[in-house]
């Protein structure tokens, strides 16, 4: 079958990589894809955002399978566009339908929708610009810290955890009324600052079953211990060592039933991936986000780890077909590091030769932000590659990991070197616990 994967990015490059390993995948295409895409299948220039351009595609090459990676085209409804095309209606495509996506593209829904369905959060208020004045008299009646958050999508980085009355002021103040993240701060969710260690869990859903995907644990601050502005995410770890069969159970009742009850009771077509950006306060899981598709990196721990074939799974959600597959986990440890820009996730220079690539490695490279000129691999965007690795434990995927990204260079790049170490703490700190 052809299959067509929509996105440039690290979690595009690991679909590919993972559907092509499928005996029933014929001509894989992606669009736009990146450099390490190019390996794999066939990249074409498709615009993201010109779903005519896409669907004519679909058309030409006889697609039997269309793959959503990135959010804005869910957002924006190319799962609308498809169902109300008559010659495109009936194929495949994996991702929910614009309302689905505004689990995602709309902050205050999502809380909306998880207050009404009894699902646990923190508590929150929503206000725009016309509500300036109620929003700081909010604010001074909230303990510290307190997070504020763009409502609308903003690249992974529309969060601010403030520290002091007078930083919420101030970035509420800029949110609201000089756009400090574009249309997406029109409206501000203030929210409560819940304390814990946060944990990514997928599911995918064809709208009445679900299968649960391995857990993750993402590092989105750009520096070391967590500091610095947020990113994209600059490592991953799979599986979560407190996520056992307790926690999972409080999860899966708690969380991911209501979640997709309430989706059928609003009447919402979602087929598709949805990612619970979840935090565990004291061993009780609670919602912070939701994503409407795969996160990245996690997608780079989550589906080497899957040893099932995809293309069956992704054909069972878009078909309603999903209680008839099997999923298979591999039990190994697999962490990702993130190699991006010298400035990212400020500006940062394109187009630097990439060197080292070609070592002999077990590991898994995949591209984020990359291109190809002349035979050689140039960097492409703050993002650049993503590193996986495999071991019988975390402390082994760690170093393999490692190990390849000190053979991989270019000007400035930058990655940090404490992914991991909060959850091995936290393994060694109940081992000596245990042996007291």
């Given at each position: 079958m052809n299959i067509l994967?929509?996105?440039?990015?690290?979690?595009?490059?690991?679909?590919?990589?993972?559907?092509?390993?499928?005996?029933?995948?014929?001509?894989?295409?992606?669009?736009?894809?990146?450099?390490?895409?190019?390996?794999?299948?066939?990249?074409?220039?498709?615009?993201?955002?010109?779903?005519?351009?896409?669907?004519?595609?679909?058309i030409s090459k006889n697609i039997d399978l269309v793959i959503v990676g990135p959010e804005v085209p869910l957002a924006l409804g190319i799962k609308d566009y498809f169902k109300q095309r008559d010659d495109i209606r009936n194929v495949p495509l994996v991702g929910p339908d614009k309302k689905g996506a505004m689990l995602e593209s709309s902050k205050d829904f999502a809380k909306q929708f998880m207050v009404k369905y009894g699902i646990p959060?923190?508590?929150y208020a929503t206000f725009d610009r016309s509500q300036l004045e109620q929003g700081l008299d909010y604010l001074k009646?909230?303990?510290?810290?307190?997070?504020?958050?763009?409502?609308?999508?903003?690249?992974?980085?529309?969060?601010?955890?403030?520290?002091?009355?007078?930083?919420?002021?101030?970035?509420f103040k800029e949110m609201l009324l000089e756009s400090k993240f574009g249309k997406a701060s029109a409206k501000v969710v203030v929210e409560e600052f819940l304390s814990g260690v946060e944990i990514s869990v997928f599911i995918v859903t064809d709208g009445n079953t679900y299968k649960i995907l391995p857990s993750a644990k993402d590092y989105k601050r750009?520096?070391?211990?967590?500091?610095?502005?947020n990113t994209g995410g600059m490592g991953a770890v799979s599986p979560v060592p407190f996520a056992d069969d307790t926690f999972m159970k409080k999860v899966e009742e708690h969380i991911i039933m209501p979640t997709i009850n309430g989706l059928k009771t609003e009447q919402i077509d979602y087929k598709g991936f949805?990612?619970?950006?979840?935090?565990?306060?004291n061993g009780e899981p609670m919602v912070i986000e939701y994503n409407a598709r795969m996160g990245d990196p996690e997608t780079q721990v989550v589906f080497p780890r899957i040893s099932s074939d995809l293309v069956d799974m992704l054909?069972?959600?878009?078909?309603?077909?999903?209680?008839?597959?099997?999923?298979?986990?591999?039990?190994?440890?697999a962490c990702t590091v993130v190699m991006v820009s010298g400035g990212y996730p400020g500006s940062y220079p394109k187009g630097l030769t990439i060197?080292?690539?070609?070592?002999?490695?077990?590991?898994?490279?995949?591209?984020a932000g990359t291109s190809s000129q002349d035979g050689h691999i140039l960097t492409n965007g703050g993002r650049v590659l993503a590193i996986t690795a495999f071991g019988n434990n975390l402390t082994d995927a760690l170093d393999l990991a490692y190990d390849t990204v000190d053979?991989?260079?270019?000007?400035?790049?930058?990655?940090?070197?404490?992914?991991?170490?909060?959850?091995?703490?936290?393994?060694?700190?109940?081992?000596?616990?245990?042996?007291e």
């Open positions: 994967i929509l996105g440039s990015g690290g979690r595009e490059h690991t679909f590919a990589w993972k559907i092509k390993q499928s005996p029933k995948c014929g001509r894989l295409y992606i669009g736009p894809g990146n450099a390490g895409t190019g390996l794999i299948g066939e990249n074409v220039p498709l615009d993201l955002m010109s779903f005519p351009e896409i669907g004519d595609f679909v959060t923190a508590d009646r909230q303990n510290l810290p307190i997070v504020l958050k763009a409502d609308g999508l903003a690249a992974g980085k529309g969060v601010v955890i403030c520290n002091s009355l007078e930083e919420a002021d101030k970035i750009i520096g070391e211990n967590d500091s610095g502005p949805i990612f619970l950006g979840l935090i565990n306060v054909l069972g959600c878009a078909q309603g077909t999903l209680d008839q597959i099997e999923l298979s986990i591999d039990s190994r440890s060197k080292g690539l070609d070592t002999p490695t077990e590991n898994l490279i995949f591209h053979q991989i260079e270019w000007k400035d790049v930058y990655y940090r070197k404490d992914i991991g170490q909060d959850l091995l703490a936290m393994v060694n700190k109940t081992v000596e616990t245990s042996a």
